[in-house]
């Protein structure tokens, strides 16, 4: 995850928590204005070495790292015009209690993967249920080498979680007590959501 946008109305409530749990993880928060100014000096004390101000390459840049930009939207077009300007168009994701918010920010992000309340962990091959992967891409385009017409088609994989507290990555694979992935066809003419 290189950027969290946080909507207005969460600032000053959802914003310090998610802040707070960040920087007790050790993860440098790289803040526009607003979202800076909003982290309370008692939680910002608690790793003041991890608090920056943002600029605009903060949000183009893949940091690689414990390294988070954090920008404030006052609206999910806003949201959706933020990353389409400034994402990789690998996968993004969306956490929302509205349905049609889901959906809009599904259908509005033009990226490889749009998920609704799901990890963006879930964009990997073997997750896809492709197996192996051949190259590794942090970009939309994901064909490596020589390839055919089908390797040239550019797909986009939209997810939703059906539980109510959406789901991670490390609830899914092989033992007791994990999630199996069902990896089966759909077969459809129309986005089921």
């Known amino acids: 995850m290189e950027t969290l946008l946080v909507h207005t109305s969460l600032l000053h409530t959802l914003w310090i928590e998610v802040a707070r749990a960040l920087l007790n993880a050790g993860v440098q928060l790289i803040c526009d204005e607003e979202t800076l100014a909003a982290i309370p000096q008692s939680v910002a004390c608690t790793n003041p070495n991890n608090i920056s101000p943002s600029d605009e390459q903060s949000y183009r840049t893949e940091h690689l790292d414990l390294k988070l930009s954090v920008k ?9 015009r933020h990353i389409n300007t400034y994402s990789s168009h690998h996968t993004d994701t969306i956490v929302t209690e509205s349905e049609a918010d889901g959906s809009k ?14 990890s963006t962990r879930f964009a990997d091959g073997f997750r896809y249920g492709f197996g192996t992967e051949v190259g590794i891409s942090t970009g939309k385009i994901h ?18 979680s059906k539980d109510k507290k959406g789901h991670i990555v490390g609830e899914f694979g092989a033992g007791e007590g994990k999630k199996r992935y069902k990896h089966t066809p759909i077969e459809t003419s129309e986005v089921p959501f």
Not at 105 to 118: E, L
Not at 143 to 160: E, H, Q, T
């Open 143 to 160: 064909a490596r080498g020589p390839v055919g017409l089908d390797g040239l088609v550019i797909y986009k994989y939209m997810m939703r």
């Open 72 to 80: 404030i939207v006052d609206s999910l077009d806003a949201a959706i």
């Open 105 to 118: 920010f599904c259908r509005g992000v033009d990226s490889a993967g749009t998920f609704v309340n799901a």
